[in-house]
């Protein structure tokens, strides 16, 4: 529920961490009774336990077909993560991926860990898919058919230009937005979004995992995974790797400091995407992952720890993120927080310092125009606590005992 040096020091985390960590419980016995369904939700629990729980918010439906939706690009994404099969076989499969999805009797062993779950019982996934109605599987199919396509076309190529990085980005996420925005006017509870807003909520959530993501995708054994595009970290070294060596330090954080500032062309189109959107399920569900983008790269700018490990918000900071974030007041609110960390933490003789204050200023630009700051209530700058160190202590012992009870309850059943 974390750690309780992290609580100690942000005490405020607790409750919030305490409502998600109950959240968790509840959403984990509400999987349905059907074999291949509840494969499905304890999958999606497995694979990503915080999109696990926002889903639970939208209408049945709609909730079926985004788990389907998700569980059929994440397979498609095991296939294309998966270093050691080979071209000849890969590139196939990726191009037909769309067809297997109809196939009940079809699986590809791959993958690790719970993926390789997901690839070996994949007829659970097509059993469920085919349940859903025809414009959700319509939606589904061709999406699935034009990432495979992509995803196939950068197998056989790599990321040289910016252009190449927004392609490939527009394959693996960028459509990702286009197929929600389709689902979610296929449920009749949104218009449908223009595919240039869709692919720019899918770009920014792709970008800012890559750019967290560097030393893992490096270091991918048996063979690295690199998606920066050589046109940027060509001006700071001679080769991709370089970038995680102690004596590139400093052109490593300029180079990072960079790629976040590409990144950040796409909120505008992103808060524009939010603030049309009418349903308050969807728009939680697509707003925490926003919210939870723009905080990663606040913090991974100008930190040479992307290149040393794991650079991520803390869990109490994410709880309050999912608790809190229920209006598009919360949603300007946290992107003019994060942009002022960042602001805060660009330094004038970086090379892309005033390209990058120019994107932020744009960014809170947006954020004021909007009339909504003071109708919110600002949880990301920190703050004087207003908790003792006694209240601390009480609410460790509070959730020691609810913890005991949830023991207690899980071993009687």
Known sequence: MGSLGAILKHPDDFYPLLKLKIAARNAEKRIPPQPHWGFCYSMLHKVSRSFGLVIQQLGPELRDAVCIFYLVLRALDTVEDDTSIPTDVKVPILKAFHQHVYDKEWHFSCGTKEYKV?????HHVSTAFLELGKSYQEAIDDITKRMGAGMAKFICQEVETVDDYDEYCHYVAGLVGIGLSKLFHASGTEDLASDSLSNSMGLFLQKTNIIRDYLEDINEIPKS???????????????????????????????????????????????????????????????????MAIGTLALCYNNIEVFRGVVKMRRGLTAKVIDRTKTMADVYGAFYDFSCMLKSKVDKNDPNATKTLSRIEASQKACRNSGLLNKRKSYIIASKSRYSSILVVVLLIILAIILAQLSASRSSN
């Open 225 to 291: 995974r690199m998606f920066w595009p050589r046109q940027i970290w060509s001006k700071y070294v001679n080769k991709l790797e370089d970038l995680k060596y102690e004596e590139n330090s400093e052109k490593a954080v300029q180079c990072l400091n960079d790629m976040v500032t590409n990144a950040l062309t796409h909120v505008e189109d992103c808060l524009t995407y939010m603030s049309a959107l009418s349903d308050p399920a969807i728009f939680r569900f697509c707003a925490i992952p926003q919210i």
């Open 118 to 122: 997901l690839m070996d019982q994949f």
